[in-house]
């Protein structure tokens, strides 16, 4: 079964800054809904991003508006998450989400099918 795969990821100090890439590959129709998802030790799963991939409109969660961005990378099938400023609260596994939904949104790609096997990141004070 194809399912999305994450890159990127590590550790930072508060205030930095990484870059997280997902590739949905060996899918017969590309989706045309991805996103990010991320779930902190002892918390549960929370969206983050999402985009279209062929519209490319998209939808935040209130808590990473002005810090973070999705972005299509190229083709339909690839996403990036740039986060910026990032907070010691922004630790957790990050996980990418793949579907085909009518709407892109958080609320539609939280059920999705596909999952990343998650990346993690750490941000320390």
């Known amino acids: 079964q194809a399912r999305p795969v994450e890159s990127g990821g590590g550790s930072v100090q508060a205030g930095g800054s990484l870059r997280l890439s997902c590739v949905a590959s060996?899918?017969?129709?590309?989706?045309?809904?991805m996103g990010w998802f991320r779930q902190a030790p002892g918390k549960r799963r929370e969206g983050v991003a999402t985009?279209?991939?062929?519209?490319?409109?998209?939808d935040y969660a209130d808590f990473v508006k002005g810090r973070f961005t999705v972005s299509r990378d190229g083709d339909q099938t690839r996403i990036s998450l740039q986060m910026n400023n990032l907070e010691p609260e922004d630790t957790a596994v990050y996980y990418c989400?793949?579907?085909?939904?009518?709407?892109?949104?958080?609320?539609?790609?939280?059920?999705?099918?596909?999952w990343g096997q998650g990346t993690q990141v750490t941000v320390s004070l």
């Open positions: 989400a793949a579907g085909w939904k009518m709407r892109c949104s958080l609320s539609a790609l939280a059920d999705a099918r596909d």
């Open positions: 060996d899918y017969s129709y590309p989706p045309n809904c």
């Open positions: 985009i279209a991939t062929i519209a490319e409109y998209t």
